[in-house]
């Protein structure tokens, strides 16, 4: 594959048209619909970013743990009679070395607080931060302008 000698980089005023497109065609095109939104994300303005941490980070680590309990890394230590306890038998033994993926494997299924039951108990949620509550106000403040002022006008 031969090297590429060109890189595509917008300029400035295509950006300017990108971005005056989308606005036009969303806050002044559906201006109670942007500002409903808007105006309903400023009640949990932390919630997007919440969702994004768990879609990227919580779930995608649930689900390798739970991975390893159904090999037989359990909380306790390795299953009997599992994949892992087979495995164990035939590669290690009753040593097994520090740093193999082995030792990592069998760590990371000891984590507790990764079963179904730990699920139903949740803690309430802390109150937000004041840059949250700014951010929020920020949302409200936004979507009731962009309702007001692109609202349909009488001729």
């Known amino acids: 594959m031969p090297p590429t000698s060109h890189i595509a980089i917008f300029p400035p005023d295509q ?4 971005v005056s497109r989308a606005y036009n065609l969303t806050v002044v095109a ?3 619909i942007y500002g409903f939104l808007l105006m309903m994300w400023s009640y949990h303005p932390d919630a997007p970013f919440k969702a994004i941490g768990y879609l990227t980070w919580t779930l995608p680590k649930r689900i390798f743990v739970g991975f390893l309990r159904c090999l037989g890394f359990g909380e306790e230590g390795i ?3 599992s994949y892992a306890s087979r495995y164990q038998s035939t590669h290690y033994g009753s040593f097994i070395p520090e740093d ?3 030792a990592r494997y069998q760590s990371y299924g000891a984590v507790p607080g990764y079963s179904e039951r730990d699920d ?3 803690e309430e949620a802390p ?3 004041i840059w949250w509550k700014m951010f929020g106000w920020g949302l409200y403040i936004s979507g009731l302008s962009a309702m007001l002022v692109y609202g349909p006008r009488k001729a």
């Open 79 to 81: 299953e009997p009679d």
């Open 100 to 102: 193999s993926l082995f």
């Open 15 to 18: 950006i300017a048209e990108i």
């Open 30 to 32: 559906h201006p109670y």
């Open 127 to 129: 109150e937000p931060g």
């Open 120 to 122: 139903i108990h949740h």
